[in-house]
């Protein structure tokens, strides 16, 4: 490891610089100490292809310490071994390499596994805003600088004009001029103010050829004016912004250059009197690579490199043959083909490119964190951001995208795709729809095809896409031709992951989106955009014809969307500490699982799950486990109900029980009205332990009294409490009398208690006309989209795999309770109540929470108006204690703290007694989900309160604020 840094002069490699010298003393100084040969070296720079070729390694060795080569192209390998090779060849050099790649979006580019990968320009191109295209540069550069690279080869300014271009294309930030420019100037800015030379290319354009430069000389048939008017303008427009440098592409144009088959590299009417006479570019000129056959297939190794010096580059990049070149250029110079002038003229740009970038001062590079700071999470956090600005609605003639109606039947289909792509995983976020795969080749068959006949809404995507022409660019015409006549009977939505043009084949889809790219990042991104998790704003940065329209935006619905958590500014390095803290949790056996979900700004950040359903299963939980949530259900069924009833003036929290149950008229529960009750400072007691009353020697025997239970359902006995246990069917009005025949305190103070939510449901039926599990449903479930939200849901089609077990039951139901609600009260009302019996995963709830958050909002629509959640959330003003329903932080400084003392006072949520609890801040825009099984086997001893674990996971969500 290198532990510091080593300052060297570049001539002596001695002595210690103490004041640094002017550009012109150090080039004169550097250029006094270098004969013909160093010179004519520094024109080159080499390619560096492998990092563990050892063959490959020493030849450059030998290379540079026999030449006084200028500069080190990486091509490819591991960040670590591309520093190590950088400070092992800067050691052999007099003068110190300028190290290049070509790294257009970042360092994965070129490092495939180990580098960073911005989106491509054709991504970049259909963002609005130019100051993310700063960023990307910025961020771009400070990698190379890390790595040790100085100039990078980047950005492309070619035009993309042509659908057939087989090598420009997705480099091209778009077929608009003024447009490309505009990102090429903001990308170009944001690398250099982060210390790495930019360079334009391919001048004077790239983008309106169908020949791979590479493989051929691309010719260029348009006039002198097009290309001036077209292809050349970034160039006559950001040549003036000191631009480090400008690549000159292998490109014949007969309307500049005449001579049969001459590259615009080796001509010196393009590259002298175009670029330095007519541009007036005074930075530094580079070729193309002197490899690609675009060049070397009419000129010979040395020969073609004299041409290019007589042209007027700069610098000879990746000559095929680098010691036969230079010893070419030598003899040139030692004959006069070629003027010593114009190589000094040459070399002092090259000198004063590399002082620019502090190659004066040479220090050697760090190994150390090297992978970790190329791919901090801040960076991925960005790119995300990038995506979710690039996706494009390219039409929409049924305004269906954002999906607002989540009642629909949509399926979703993918071609040439292997497996579940990351596109229909998270679809499932959001609606569980039917999920169709179709690899390369395959099409469905007209069996399918019945199956989706009564379909709504059919999302097909495409995947696997190239920029080859002749093969439909990459779909097979068959697969064309059935989407296409699918679109005549079905409402379809297109989602094209790759080349925008194929959307040329597709002429009848009502919806086209377009993400540019096939990532499994830029799939989720898309899939949550389609649903409304953000703005779709993005803008087809290439003509596709006169039939659409560039600039579709679609509004945030506001829907929880997902992100990594520095995108939300949360540090993913400290919310891993709770990976730890619940897996201390399970060894511990405070609970067998648990599940933690935390959303800010509207983004899901984390969301994990752990442990196993029992302490001796092997079945994992997933975050498609559900959980009984205990009270959570006054919070996220109840209460919510009651705010929408009240919102339709159905419900007033200044009306009394008595109002609404007449059973109440002679109790001591008269006078009660809703809004002390919700409040908890009604005087209730806390529980009554309702199913004692139908046992023999409760708290000793505990043995069921058959009088009230049966094994087998009946009309008689009907209340099923468990498995194989049925309660009396008139046992509901038992319950019922017992607590308006209870007793009340006589302190007008806060008393938690649950028996007032028994009525609730009873209340919601008698003013809606609909049972509560359907009002619930038709008025929350379905419009957010909480599939995993609900009462009983062994007769919703959940299997006993995805609920988590709550306890085994020794005093009451005498077995496991999987399933069937943990709350006694509760089973004994059939699993429905407005204190407990709602069973969900942590995302659902979230969801919810969300609705909360955005003042009533989800998914376009209105739940509950902004002024009843502010209603019910804010703290009562009389005794300061909780919100309508909801619990809030405690001001007593007496009492335990069971929520963070970094939350604000603004918050409010609700705990459970299975291990459960959920905390909502909206100062920071936060949610907090925490679900367990902490019950099981036994409710008692309760670890999970008494070590304060679900307050010291939340202090470490807030400790993780950036």
Known sequence: MIKKILFLFLIC???????????????????????????????????SKSDNNIEEINYIKNLLAKYAIGGVCFFQGTPRRQVELTNTYQSICRIPLMISMDAEWGTGMRLKNEGFSYPKNISLGAI????????????????????????????????????????????????????????????????????????????????????????DLPVLLHSRERIDSIESFPYKVLTK????????????????????????????????????????????????????????????????????????????????????????LVAAIDSNKISIADLDEKVRRILKAKYKVGLDQLSLISTDNIELDLKKPEFTAFKEKLYRESITLLKDFKNQIPVRNLDQKMVSISFNSESNSSFQ???????????????????????????????????????????????????????????????????ITLIVFGNPYIISKFQNINSIVLAYEDNPLVQDITAQLIFGSGEIQGKAPVDLGFNYIKNIKRPNLYRLGYATPEFAACSSKVLEQIDELAAQMIRNKTTPSCQILVARKGKVIYNKS??????????????????????????????????????????????????????????????????DFLLHQARFVSWIPFYKNTLFSPDTLNEINWAFYRKEKSDSFSIQVCDSLFLRTDYRDSVYNRIILSKRHDERKFFYSDIGFYFMPRLIQQITKKPFEDFINSEIVNPI??????????????????????????????????????DMGAAMLGGVSGHAGIFSNAEDLAKLNQCFLNRGNYGGIEIISSGTIAKYTDRDSELQRRGIGFDLPELNPKDPPYIS????????????????????????????????????????PNYLHKYRYRTKIQDIIYNSFL
């Open 13 to 47: 490699n001695i002595a210690i610089a103490q004041e640094r010298m002017s550009e012109s003393e150090w080039i004169e100084k550097v250029m006094s100490q270098m004969n013909t040969q160093d010179k004519v070296s520094q024109l080159f720079v080499i390619r």
């Open 128 to 215: 609005r805003n130019n100051q993310l295209i700063y960023q990307t540069g910025y961020d771009i550069g400070l990698q190379l600088k890390r790595l040790g690279v100085h100039m990078n080869y980047a950005p492309c300014v070619d035009i993309n004009l042509n659908p057939n271009n087989p090598v420009i294309n997705e480099r091209s930030f778009g077929s608009d001029k003024a447009e490309v420019t505009s990102k090429a100037f903001s990308y170009m800015y944001g690398l250099q103010d982060a210390g790495v030379l930019a360079c334009l290319k391919h001048f004077p354009g790239h983008g309106d050829t169908d020949t791979d430069s590479h493989y």
């Open 241 to 328: 912004y000191d631009v480090a440098s400008l690549m000159v592409g292998h490109l014949h144009i007969p309307s500049l250059d005449s001579v049969s088959n001459i590259p615009a590299t080796l001509s010196p009417l393009i590259v002298k009197n175009l670029i330095r006479d007519s541009l007036k570019f005074e930075g530094l000129i580079i070729t193309d690579a002197l490899e690609m056959k675009g060049v070397t297939k009419n000129y010979t190794n040395g020969q073609l490199e004299l041409m290019a010096f007589k042209a007027g580059n700069d610098i000879l990049l990746l000559s095929e043959n680098v010691e036969r070149s230079i010893g070419y």
């Open 425 to 491: 995983n998270r679809i499932q976020s959001y609606k569980k729809i039917r999920k169709f795969i179709y690899k390369s080749g395959e099409i469905p068959n007209e069996e399918f095809e019945k199956q989706i006949s009564s379909t709504d809404h059919v999302l097909i995507s495409l995947h696997k896409l190239n920029y080859k022409k002749e093969s439909n660019f990459g779909l097979s015409n068959e697969l064309i031709n059935w989407i296409n006549q699918m679109a005549l009977s079905h409402n």
């Open 610 to 675: 752990f442990g196993f359903l029992r302490y001796d299963s092997l079945e994992s939980v997933t975050n498609n486990t559900i959980y009984d949530v205990a009270s959570l259900t006054k919070i996220v069924a109840t209460v919510p109900s009651l705010m929408i009833l009240e919102d339709r003036n159905q419900f007033d929290l200044k009306k009394k029980f008595v109002d609404y149950f007449t059973e109440f008229a002679n109790s001591n529960k008269a006078d009660v009205n809703f809004k």
């Open 785 to 822: 989209g909480m599939e995993n939200f609900c009462f009983n849901p062994l007769t919703k089609g959940f299997g006993k795999s995805q609920v988590a077990p709550s306890e085994i039951d020794d005093y009451f139901r005498h077995q496991e309770i999987q399933g069937y609600v943990h």
């Open 901 to 940: 003392n970094m939350a604000s006072a603004a918050t409010y949520g609700h705990q459970g007694f299975t291990g459960t609890c959920v905390w909502t801040d909206p100062k920071a825009e936060l949610i907090y989900v925490f679900l367990s099984n902490r019950t099981y086997p036994k409710s008692s």
